[in-house]
């Protein structure tokens, strides 16, 4: 029989309410930041880019996921003439960006 995370989780999450361990917290009643760089990552992933990030190192993958979204936001605000000078960018930022998930993803396999 498996240990089930989710539960646990909601548990201890329920005892430190209950004890005011989650009262008080920095950001308390305001909502979740958005981070476009992490939308479309795996939770864990997610936690792993967010504590390196808080330790001072930011990821390449990340730094290039956001560059990614910006100049798609770019491409969809643009006319015609500006799109077709952001179309290599966004093809140039996409094969970096897989190239850094890809080795990240070939690291975490042998390691």
């Given at each position: 029989?498996?240990?089930?995370?989710?539960?646990?989780?909601?548990?201890?999450?329920?005892?430190?309410?209950?004890?005011?361990?989650?009262?008080?917290?920095?950001?308390?009643?305001?909502?979740?930041?958005?981070?476009?760089?992490?939308?479309?990552?795996d939770p864990i992933e997610a936690?792993?880019?967010?504590?390196?990030?808080?330790?001072?190192?930011?990821?390449?993958?990340?730094?290039?996921?956001?560059?990614?979204?910006?100049?798609?936001?770019?491409?969809?605000?643009?006319?015609?003439?500006?799109?077709?000078?952001?179309?290599?960018?966004?093809?140039?930022?996409?094969?970096?960006?897989?190239?850094?998930?890809?080795?990240?993803?070939?690291?975490?396999?042998?390691?």
């Amino acid at each position: 029989m498996g240990v089930d995370f989710s539960r646990m989780a909601e548990r201890k999450m329920l005892a430190a309410l209950a004890e005011g361990k989650l009262s008080h917290l920095p950001g308390e009643g305001k909502p979740l930041p958005t981070r476009l760089d992490l939308l479309y990552l795996d939770p864990i992933e997610a936690l792993g880019f967010r504590l390196m990030r808080e330790a001072g190192m930011i990821p390449k993958e990340l730094e290039l996921n956001k560059q990614r979204h910006a100049a798609r936001e770019a491409w969809q605000a643009a006319s015609d003439e500006e799109r077709d000078r952001l179309m290599p960018l966004i093809a140039d930022l996409d094969m970096r960006y897989n190239i850094a998930h890809e080795a990240r993803l070939h690291l975490m396999k042998h390691h």
